[in-house]
Structure formats: structure tokens, C-alpha cells
């Protein structure tokens, strides 16, 4: 296919159309700007219908004659036959299907996170193997023998008793988690940490490419050129000197475009969100280490009773631990946010329209025709800044995968599986819960490609360090050839990040 037929095939589907149909009104002084006026109250692009709305169903029990004559104008069901494709996990995801219904940005945000996905394969098997290598070293140096329970009588003399059944399942709790605890840190986390190193910079190279063979297929390589400007943007002055310009933009935050606005606000948000992650990880695993002398005289030098410090041995099971509760409990708000959240405003919006006074909005809404459509398409919540939010949270996931991977081997499998359902879900709630997004025209991820490789070396410094001063590398393997001073644990990082 040559480039005119390209760019003539692309100028029509369904994602082209209804994009021109928002830029057009969505110029400066045009509807963005009159929404921001309050002129509207509300503004959004309908969902394309299908049979597997609930309010079609609704309309099937109130009126089937006319439930038969709207379901035989919807021919295609373009909607429900995207759904069918994009549910499955064992297929790829139709990215020119996405594209075509939400626009290249939402596109090129679940290409990253297919690619993501992808790359995490390899390595959710090494560090499986890790921790079953561990696990099995555990079970090795600290056997245990269920059956039998130590009691101290009034003497003090010790004794071995039957174990009743309360604390038989005690006792096996507590040596089954002492055993998975100690299973993090053992003599292959170094070479798994260089792993997830070379890991992430082929991740990064891989999305480069794939990035780019997307932009030229969609001909999307030179969106900027017919960017609109942000109804908020203003001009300051006919002519101005370029250092004062850039002052101006750097203080007054006057955008011209959305992408410009949207970078700038990125990476306010990641750095808050990355001082808010990532703080008490770094604080495990490099302030509580006894080894580290950071608390000599207890914490802010507040006295030797002030000490927060772990004992070596524990440190790796500490951060371990904390990383466990960081990967699983983080993702329970947002499913609460994107799934509970939408069905509790559905509910809501459509009790306050029965309860309208006025009968003749009731008689509408009983209608099954087209404005009983608009009335329920309105009353779903808006996706708001979909990107950015998902953007955020899967690089905060991706950081942790890459940055603590050395004490915690199960990180990728973790991040596997959220990732697996969070796709389907970002998916169901596109389609069926949320008003459909505007398309927007984009070529590649924008301002997170940089962020990414800034995590890439951040996370090669991290994986040195831990594995010199917070896990049990240096005395498991040179405590007979030298003693693991600072200086020798300066050295391994030296030699880690070398290599």
C-alpha cells in the first residue's frame, strides 16, 4: 500500500470522522471554550449502539415492537463485536479496532500496556525460579517438626507435649511463613537483579519501535501540525524576546495545546506519586539496615530508644514484605474507583430523573426511543483524563517491578497478573460504564517514554545498592576473602553497575 492510499484509507473510518466532528467545535472560542464559559452544561460523543446495553433489554420488556425495529438498524453491533475480540486473554488485542472507536491516544496506551504485558513473561519464570530456589533452601536449613509443642511449667523447665489442633495450625502458619519470608533473599537475587536490568532496557527498545511502526500506520507522526490550541490558552504579548518568553511559560503554566498542558501536569503528578510510592520502600531498605550506620544515634538523632532498625538476615524480609502489601492492596481503591464507583453514579443520576416532578421528563424517559438513549448515555460517569491516571499508575508499577525486583523475585508475577485483569477491566469500562471519550489524535506516549528510561537507570542504582547494602549478597559470598565495610559494599555497586 502506497502512502496516498494510506493516508486516504485512514482519513475515513469511524475514529477520523469523529474526531474532525469534535475538532471542529472544539477550536478556540468554539465549544471547549463555551463549556468553560458555563454557556453548556455538558457535552459528549455517543457510544455506538448494541443489543448489549441494559436499557435495549429495559426497552425489549416495555415495548417489543419497537425493540424489534431499533435492533434491526443496528447491523454490525461494532461495539459488542470489539468487546468479543478484546476479552479474551489468550488473544492479541485488536489495537486498530481500539484506535478506530476511542482515537490514538487510549490506542497507544493499551499497545504499551499489551507490550508491558508481553515483556513481563520471561521474566515472572526467572523470578519464579528465584523464589523456588529460595524456598527450597529454607525448607533445607530450617526443618521443622510438627506434632510436638514446647511448655514451661512453674519451674521454668521446659517440656515437649502433644500439640492440640488450635496450635498444630498455629505452628504450621508460622513455620510455612517463616520459610516464605526467608525465601526472598538468597544467592541468586544478584543475578536476578542484572537480569531485570537488561530486562528493562530491552523493554524500552521494543516499545520504541513498536511506538513508531504504530504512528506510521495510523499517520499519526505529525499530529502537532493540526493540533488545536487549549480554550484556556491566551496570548500575552505581539512580540516577545525569547528569554522572557520562557519565563512567562514557565510561570503563567499558559499552555498552548493540550499536549503541552498535559506534560507539564505529568510530571508534577509522577513526582508527587513517586516521593508517595516509593518512600517507605527506600526507607526499608536503605534507613531500617543496622548495617548502614543511618541510625546511630536513633532516628533525627533523637537518642539510641529511637532506633527503627532490622537486624541483618531480616532486612530483605522486611522490604519483601512491604513490597507484598504495596503490589495487592494499591490496586483495591482503583477497582473501586473504576467498576463500583460508575454503577453508584448510574444509580444515583437515574433516581434524581425519576423523582422529577415534572411528568412529561418521566414520559421520556419511560420512551424508548432516542432520547431515552441520550438520557441513559448521559447518566454514565465520564472516563475523565483516562490516560494520564492509567499512564500514572502502571509506570508507579512498572518502577516497583524494576527498581525492588532484587529482593522481591515475585514482583513480575505480581504485576502479570494485575496487569492481565486491570487490561480487561480498563476495557469493560470504556465500553459499557463510561461515556465515550473523545478521540484524540497522538504519536506515541508522549511524555512518559522520557520517565521511562529516567526509572530504567534509576532502577540499574537501586538494584546495585540493595544488593550491596541490604541484602546478604556480600557476606553469603566474600565473607571469607574480605569484610563487607562500606568500602566493599561501594565496590560491589561499582561492579554491578559496570557490568
Known sequence: MDEATRRQDSAFDEESQQSVIADQPLKRKGLQFLRMEDTYEDSFILHEPSKEEPYF???????????????????????????????????????????????EQIAFYFAWQGTFLTMLWPATIFGIGVFVFGFVKSVRTNPATFGNCTVIN????????????????????TTVSSWF???????????????????????????????????????????????????????????????????????????????????????????????????????????????????ANGLFGLGAKYKDICLPGTCGSLLALQLISHMIIKPLPKFTKDIVIPYAVRIVRLR????????????????????????????????????????????????????????????????????????????????????????????????????????QYAAVMTNAFIIAFTSDFCSNFFSDVMYCDVKNRFLIVIVFQVS
Open 57 to 103: 433489554r429495559k426497552m425489549k420488556e416495555n415495548s417489543f415492537v419497537t425493540y424489534i425495529e431499533l435492533m434491526n438498524e443496528i447491523e454490525t453491533d461494532p461495539r459488542k463485536k470489539l468487546s468479543d475480540l478484546w476479552k479474551s486473554f489468550v488473544r492479541f488485542q485488536p489495537l486498530g479496532v481500539v484506535r478506530k472507536y476511542f482515537g
Open 352 to 455: 434524581k430523573w425519576y423523582r422529577r416532578e415534572d411528568q412529561s421528563l418521566k414520559d421520556k424517559l419511560n420512551e424508548s426511543d432516542e432520547t431515552n438513549v441520550l438520557i441513559r448515555e448521559w447518566m454514565k460517569p465520564t472516563a475523565g483524563d483516562f490516560t494520564q491516571g492509567e499512564f500514572n499508575e502502571k509506570v508507579i508499577l512498572f518502577g516497583t517491578t524494576m527498581m525492588f525486583a532484587a529482593l522481591f523475585p515475585l514482583a513480575p508475577l505480581i504485576a502479570l497478573i494485575i496487569g492481565l485483569i486491570d487490561l480487561r477491566v480498563d476495557a469493560l469500562r470504556l465500553l459499557w460504564l463510561n461515556r465515550r471519550p473523545v478521540p484524540v489524535m497522538a504519536s506515541g506516549i508522549g511524555i512518559w517514554l522520557p520517565i521511562l528510561y529516567f526509572l
Open 154 to 173: 512453674y519451674a521454668g523447665e521446659t517440656s515437649l507435649v502433644p500439640c492440640t489442633l488450635r496450635s498444630k495450625v498455629s505452628q504450621v502458619f
Open 181 to 295: 519470608m526467608k525465601s526472598f533473599d538468597n544467592e541468586l537475587n544478584a543475578f536476578f537483579a542484572a537480569f531485570m536490568s537488561i530486562w528493562g532496557t530491552m523493554f524500552y527498545q521494543i516499545w520504541r519501535r513498536n511506538s513508531t511502526v504504530l504512528a506510521y500506520e495510523w499517520d499519526c507522526e505529525d499530529f502537532s501540525v493540526v493540533e488545536p490550541d487549549r480554550p484556556e490558552y491566551h496570548g500575552t504579548a505581539t512580540r516577545l524576546e525569547d528569554c522572557a518568553n520562557c519565563v512567562v511559560n514557565a510561570y503563567s503554566e499558559n499552555h498552548r495545546t493540550n499536549s503541552e498542558y498535559h506534560n507539564a501536569l505529568v510530571i508534577k503528578m509522577f513526582a508527587l506519586q513517586l516521593v508517595n510510592n516509593y518512600t517507605s520502600l527506600f526507607y526499608i531498605a536503605f534507613v531500617r539496615p543496622e548495617n548502614n550506620g543511618f541510625q
